[in-house]
């Protein structure tokens, strides 16, 4: 019996590796693999292809073909269930600056922000980044209780971080920052999100400090430019 004209064949269910992100900049999806910290794209076949599957789910005959490269690599796995390839959760877009209170200074806040700091970065070196990100995970999973108001913490945690800042004067640190910062923001009740982005044509990646939709340790001007692959 011959085959029904446009038949859609389904060959499998997939869904990403764990340990695995993706998002469309530019028309062009970047991944982020955690487990072997490091950022890569595919070919444009490839990226029609995966494209295709996140927005029409399993996928079908050609474009099974064409997502070889990733099933065979591991990255795309059997999935027991249909479904779109998506990420777990969805990102809010930063839309708004944080504007910062006037407040007294806390040297107690100072030294927080300063041991929080040395151990971002100490960690950021010595560990995987797999393992970096799972503690930040676990640690915002532990936050019990939230700060009745939250802006004024925030303002005392930029404060505590800006007296920091004739002993950290590398630049290009932006993941330890954020991580420290995140961190003391957990400390002082306030549920904040660590958000990692890429931008490309030069690719570029970055991090910083989320609060719902606003910017709390950087600029809307400044992160409009990347895409969010991964928060926490």
């Known amino acids: 019996m011959g085959r029904a004209p446009n038949c859609r064949i389904f060959i499998m269910h997939v869904r990403l590796r764990d340990g695995l992100h993706y998002c469309t900049c530019v028309g062009r ?5 955690v487990k072997a ?26 474009t099974s073909k064409a997502l070889e490269p990733l099933l065979s690599a591991g990255l795309l796995v059997p999935a027991d269930v249909p479904g779109l390839i998506t990420q777990p959760y969805e ?9 910062r209170r006037p407040v007294k200074p806390s040297f107690f806040a100072g030294a927080q ?7 971002a970065a100490r960690k950021v070196r010595g560990q995987p980044f797999a393992t970096v990100l799972k503690n930040v995970r676990e640690r915002k ?12 913490e925030i303002s005392l945690v930029l404060a505590a ?8 004067r590398a630049r290009n640190q932006c993941l330890p920052q954020s991580i420290a910062f995140h961190r003391l ?14 931008s490309v044509n030069p690719f570029a990646a970055h991090c910083w400090v989320q609060l719902d939709d606003m910017v709390i340790n950087d600029r809307v001007e400044r992160i409009r430019q990347f895409t969010p692959i991964l928060e926490i």
């Open 161 to 168: 971080f800006a007296s920091t800042a004739p002993v950290f």
């Open 37 to 62: 910290n490091r950022y890569f794209a595919v070919s444009a076949e490839v990226d029609r292809a995966f494209q295709a599957l996140t927005h029409d789910g399993a996928p079908v005959e050609p």
């Open 113 to 119: 922000a300063l041991a929080h700091r040395y151990r």
């Open 91 to 99: 990102m809010i877009p930063a839309k708004q600056d944080f504007h």
């Open 141 to 152: 999973a532990s936050l019990t209780s939230v700060a009745p108001d939250p802006s004024g």
């Open 185 to 198: 923001c957990l400390d002082r009740g306030v549920p904040a999100t660590l958000v990692i982005g890429v």
């Open 29 to 33: 999806t970047i991944f982020l693999d």
